[in-house]
């Protein structure tokens, strides 16, 4: 699968790394002020505090560390705006899982209990009438609790007035694309008909690519004095790196190992994710092996056999080689744009990096 | 039932009414032209626009308006900032409603589908897999874009820079002040203790009572540029008068025309909603009558004999003079506050006709 491609990423990986620390550092303390105060509203509050910075810390923090990448970039590097801009951009996917997970019924997720699967069992625990129903409650507010105080660490980032609410319009802005590709999803998982593969490219832009890449890249970069030319050529880059990052997240969701991911591999097919893979299987034009595929994409009990009959599948009709091939074509309009930036040596060769860690990650 | 404090508010209703005319007009714009936006996505997001902009528009836009009481109560009328800041405080009501109803399961709102309701027949209509939860999904997302847009309007206002930042603050916590309430709320819903008086104010004084008066008064005031003392001043104020409207809403909620509410009558009961009727409910000395009151409270198929059971317990036991007497302890605390604002005469007399308000309303 694209095995011409740099297989290593020491630099970036070490980079990210660190900021994942400082990132982590940053929210700890700051939740735990926060838990002080949401005590006088009740213990759920102040527990859910620490929930979150645990959750949030077992993320790669990719998006959080790409803020400081698209900084520096275009200027030194500066923590007292990249750290909390990081930690904003990690509440926000902290939020967006917890209500992911309850929307996939996903009472695990990184290899721990979900939000979700902590409030399902916390209501079973203490007996609650309707413990299914009060832990998706319970796990509503705790992802809208996330955002608030991404907005609220927001607010206290020391940058100058237009700049500042130019960020926060960028920041609202995208996540409102994502919110609109979320229901898409919603309402893909929920039927059969077959989607284009337009369609679904368009969907992972919106719904991960932009904003796994795009903001934080182009937020750093704002953040930074960045001209408006670079901006938009960090957008486009960016959607590209997304896109690329969810084709590769489908691929790991099919063939990766589970126990890497932190999540059971199928569960992509069980939840009718409409990816690139079932895309293609749904113009197999073996009728009865087309019809066995229909049967098996939304199924409740899935079955390793399920599994392995849909992982051959690919294999015989050659999807994967399809889809490398799109990869193949992404990847190379991505480095044409990475070497118009007008930003230094060393910031092009790590976003270099970045692409290649794309096509050789394994979680 | 109060019947020695004013009836009328001429003037506080026609401001009111002004400010939503203003406040309505406003949102409709501005998400019209999000709409458009939101169709590169799909157009269930261009769709959810001119639901949301319904949906508010249905509500008495109370907290909206009191944006602008606050600022004007120091300073003269600016529709600049106090139309789009009412606008975001407005936002922030219909997505907490909307995520609120998911938690209630409640299928209508304001006398018209809830955006649970219409996505569930959405999902109903359209065959599509697990309607309830597919609804309940994609109202998720609907009151999670509400909170985006809340946001993206907020960074369009035009204030400096130190004011736009603490108020983006004050916005953002007091949210997670409400989400943590919430959680409660949930939590209480789910068991049969008994809740003290105490724990029942705190989180109706977090839950609604700060967030729907004290939040949108000190935002106006903040704007405006009020003094810290009494930015303070306000902030107490406006959760004495938000816990008589939670008071007060709960008396309509057992007592109150289903018609001019747009809800069924009972709903708290059926939610097991731990209001001060419940408290004092669960301390009725008559052990049947008591465990007649514990078998309704919680019930799935409420009889219009149970609601009147209640309601005749609640006469018995002389629980609405009990009440009463706490809300005239409130109201007189409230008016000594208002005494002791530094504002103009007219705010105050504006604000001793709010206070009336709570006592009068019937919707």
Redesign the interface.
């Known amino acids: 699968m694209d095995t011409g491609r740099l297989r290593t990423w020491p630099v970036m990986e070490a980079y990210i790394s660190k900021r994942k620390e400082k990132i982590g550092r940053f929210l700890a303390e700051v939740l735990s002020g ?1 838990a002080e105060q ?1 005590k ?3 213990q ?2 102040e527990q ?1 505090c620490g929930k979150l910075v645990d959750f949030t810390l077992k993320g790669k923090m990719l998006r959080g560390g790409l803020v400081a990448v698209g900084y520096e970039l275009y200027a030194g590097s500066n923590d007292s705006i990249t750290v909390p801009l990081g930690a904003v951009q990690e509440l926000f996917q902290s939020a967006l899982l917890i ?1 992911d997970d ?2 996939d ?1 996903d009472l695990s997720r990184r290899g721990a209990p979900s939000l979700l699967g902590h409030y399902v069992s916390f ?1 079973r625990e ?6 299914y ?2 832990g ?3 796990s ?6 996330a ?3 991404a ?2 660490i ?3 980032i020391p940058l ?2 237009t700049l ?3 960020l ?2 960028l ?3 995208e ?3 994502v ?6 999803d ?2 893909w ?3 059969n008909d077959a989607v284009s593969l337009e369609e679904i490219i ?2 992972y832009t ?1 719904k991960t690519a932009r904003y796994t890449y795009a903001l934080p890249l182009v937020a750093g970069a704002m953040a930074a004095g960045a001209p408006n030319g670079e901006i938009a050529a960090l957008e486009l880059l960016g959607s590209r790196m997304g896109v690329l990052f969810q084709i590769k997240d489908d691929e790991l969701g099919l063939f990766g190992d589970e126990e890497k991911l932190g999540k059971p591999v199928g569960s992509d097919i069980r939840e ?1 994710k409409k990816t690139l893979y079932h895309h293609y299987l749904m113009s197999d034009p073996d009728t009865k092996s087309r019809e066995r595929t229909v049967s098996i994409f ?1 199924s409740e009990r899935l079955s390793g056999d399920d599994v392995g009959f849909i992982r051959n599948r690919v294999r015989e009709l050659e999807i994967q080689q399809k889809i490398d091939k799109l990869v193949a074509d992404i990847t190379d309009k991505a480095e044409q744009e990475i070497r118009r930036l007008d930003c230094s040596t060393h910031g092009k060769e790590f976003l270099e990096q970045l692409l290649s860690y794309n096509s050789a990650r394994v979680r």
């Open positions: 926060r949401l006088t509203v009740h759920l509050g859910l209500h309850i929307m019924r209501a203490r007996g609650l009438r309707d413990a129903h009060t998706e409650s319970l509503i507010c705790a992802g809208d609790i955002y608030f105080f907005f609220e927001f607010s206290g100058e007035n500042k609410s130019r926060l319009f920041c609202a802005r996540l409102t694309y919110g609109a590709a979320q229901m898409v919603v309402l998982g929920a039927d368009n969907m919106y009718r939304g």
